[in-house]
């Protein structure tokens, strides 16, 4: 059985970094475009309160969470888009009161979880330490919109490994979504360098496997994240099966997202 404690910690460390990032905003600021077609930085943190929101519910009010899940199934193309919308349309001062307000509730209530608790979502149903999990996931990465829009150079941290394991972990579902037979299971040994760049190695799989993938950390972080072009990043492949995963790698639920163009391609 997980306990969620350390990466409940991370969450709310990784919340707390992006949330020092936008807090001295202005309003011209909010308004600025990220890398997400259509969003702005207001769209990014909206997302992150609606989201939060959604799994507070999963976690204390199942009968809410379905019905939500029940509007979901109506407009499964847009309702992402639309909870985003509706939030960005708040003031920037109320924006971040709400956002502050659902993740400190989300994690008061992981924290409060019975122990081998699992929760309804939009996929499988997940532990607390899985949601919270998913949630760092999420904040990472449309942390990294949010810094991409504002040109800011993050540094990267320890709590990228949680990532990293998700990357790794939903490996068969990006096959799948593909509609590509789905390497075995001891096929691929992932060896990452850790950000602290003193030479540790973040390593998932068997180490004999015949197919290997290699790098930093944060690029593969940004790979299967889609927050960056695998051209763009130092995470190579050895083997066909390792060489296919990073062009379709995804550490998210759903459809395959459409990424983000190389750097030398023409948008």
Same mark, same amino acid.
């Given at each position: 059985?997980?306990?969620?404690?350390?990466?409940?910690?991370?969450?709310?460390?990784?919340?707390?970094?992006?949330?020092?990032?936008?807090?001295?905003?202005?309003?011209?600021?909010?308004?600025?475009?990220?890398? $997400?077609?259509?969003?702005?930085?207001?769209?990014? @943190?909206?997302?992150?309160?609606?989201?939060?929101?959604?799994?507070?519910?999963?976690?204390?009010?199942?009968?809410?969470?379905?019905?939500?899940?029940?509007?979901?199934?109506?407009?499964?193309?847009?309702?992402?888009?639309?909870?985003?919308?509706?939030?960005?349309?708040?003031?920037?001062?109320?924006?971040?009161?709400?956002?502050?307000?659902?993740? &400190?509730?989300?994690?008061?209530?992981?924290?409060?979880?019975?122990?081998?608790?699992?929760?309804?979502?939009?996929?499988?149903?997940?532990?607390?330490?899985?949601?919270?999990?998913?949630?760092?996931?999420?904040?990472?990465?449309?942390?990294?919109?949010?810094?991409?829009?504002?040109?800011?150079?993050?540094?990267?941290?320890?709590?990228?490994?949680?990532?990293?394991?998700?990357?790794?972990?939903?490996?068969?579902? $990006?096959?799948?979504?593909?509609?590509?037979?789905?390497?075995?299971?001891?096929? @691929?040994?992932?060896?990452?360098?850790?950000?602290?760049?003193?030479?540790?190695?973040?390593?998932?799989?068997?180490?004999?496997?015949?197919? *290997?993938?290699?790098?930093?950390?944060?690029?593969?972080?940004?790979?299967?994240?889609? *927050? &960056?072009?695998?051209?763009?990043?130092?995470?190579?492949?050895?083997?066909?099966?390792?060489?296919?995963?990073?062009? @379709?790698?995804?550490?998210? $639920?759903?459809?395959?997202?459409?990424?983000?163009?190389?750097?030398?391609?023409?948008?």
């Amino acid at each position: 059985m997980s306990d969620p404690t350390r990466v409940l910690d991370d969450l709310r460390a990784e919340s707390e970094e992006l949330d020092r990032l936008v807090a001295e905003l202005s309003p011209e600021q909010w308004a600025l475009a990220t890398p $997400a077609p259509r969003w702005t930085i207001a769209h990014q @943190i909206a997302h992150l309160a609606w989201t939060d929101h959604s799994a507070l519910l999963a976690v204390t009010d199942e009968d809410a969470f379905r019905a939500l899940v029940d509007k979901a199934l109506t407009a499964p193309e847009s309702f992402v888009d639309e909870g985003a919308d509706q939030g960005s349309r708040l003031p920037c001062a109320e924006l971040v009161k709400r956002w502050r307000e659902s993740r &400190a509730a989300l994690d008061r209530a992981l924290r409060e979880a019975p122990p081998g608790a699992r929760f309804p979502w939009y996929g499988p149903p997940m532990s607390a330490a899985s949601m919270a999990t998913g949630r760092l996931m999420e904040t990472w990465a449309h942390g990294q919109d949010v810094a991409d829009a504002l040109g800011v150079v993050r540094t990267p941290t320890d709590r990228l490994k949680h990532v990293a394991r998700i990357g790794v972990r939903a490996r068969d579902f $990006a096959f799948g979504i593909h509609g590509l037979p789905v390497p075995a299971a001891d096929a @691929i040994r992932v060896e990452l360098t850790a950000p602290t760049g003193e030479g540790e190695l973040w390593t998932y799989g068997p180490e004999d496997a015949p197919q *290997r993938v290699t790098g930093p950390a944060l690029d593969f972080c940004l790979l299967v994240t889609q *927050r &960056a072009h695998r051209a763009d990043l130092a995470v190579r492949a050895t083997g066909p099966d390792a060489d296919r995963w990073l062009d @379709i790698a995804q550490a998210f $639920a759903g459809p395959p997202g459409t990424g983000r163009p190389g750097k030398g391609t023409a948008e």
